[in-house]
């Protein structure tokens, strides 16, 4: 687990919550780890009981389990979880795209750029997948923000954490230049105010999302135990 400095005035549960979610969601901690209460304090240097509560909000958020017989883990994988985020977020999306070909503001267009920048240095580093994987969220993020969706963007990442870590589990397989192609799409198409093209731009970037999710839930994925059966 990888641990961060304390932020000024950041209470035990906040500091305990950031940590351990972002261990989570980085896989850091991977699906299924057993988790102790004991060994969590000892590590972020606090007492159990900011731990518990932790634990208890992550486990409505989710991202972990707690059972009487099995102990404490971090959540398997749901694939049901994720199919519910991809229909929230790209039906969504695709609304956002019409309203961002209507008006966008020209300084997050230049946001939009420089991340799309960023990325394709990223796609080209070995062992660069964490780092590109918060660059493609914040892409979305910035083009949720220029049609002032940004509160229903924080909405889509709370119901998209199991979505969220199988797309850092492909983009360690997949090609990240692809994601960057995609991506470059977003921003001719808001340029060019096409909103024609948005539907074939969405369905492209479902399936390309969903193409190698059969492959990690099989056995011979090395991953495939990180899936709720």
Wanted: hydrophobic share 40%; proline share 2%; with cysteine.
């Amino acid at each position: 687990m990888i641990l961060f400095k304390r932020h000024e005035r950041e209470s035990a549960k906040e500091y305990a919550y950031r940590v351990l979610k972002d261990n989570i969601m980085s896989l850091e901690l991977k699906p299924g780890e057993v988790l102790s209460e004991m060994e969590l304090a000892e590590k972020l240097n606090l007492s159990r009981t900011p731990i518990r509560e932790v634990i208890m909000r992550l486990k409505g958020e989710h991202l972990i389990d707690v059972k009487p017989q099995s102990g404490t883990s971090v959540s398997l994988i749901d694939m049901d979880l994720i199919e519910e985020a991809v229909f929230m977020r790209f039906v969504i999306e695709e609304e956002v795209l019409k309203l961002a070909c209507k008006s966008f503001p020209n300084d997050l267009f230049l946001e939009l750029e420089k991340n799309l920048y960023a990325q394709e240095v990223i796609a080209n580093m070995e062992g660069g997948e964490l780092e590109f994987h918060k660059l493609d969220n914040k892409f979305h993020e910035i083009l949720f923000t220029g049609v002032r969706k940004s509160n229903i963007w924080q909405s889509i990442l709370s119901i998209s954490t199991h979505y969220n870590r199988l797309r850092l589990l492909t983009q360690k397989t997949d090609s990240k230049e692809d994601v960057v192609n995609q991506h470059r799409e977003f921003l001719k198409v808001i340029k060019n105010k096409d909103v024609s093209g948005i539907n074939k731009i969405m369905n492209s970037h479902r399936t390309y999302s969903m193409s190698t999710w059969d492959y990690l839930l099989q056995e011979g994925s090395g991953v495939s135990d990180y899936f709720k059966k």
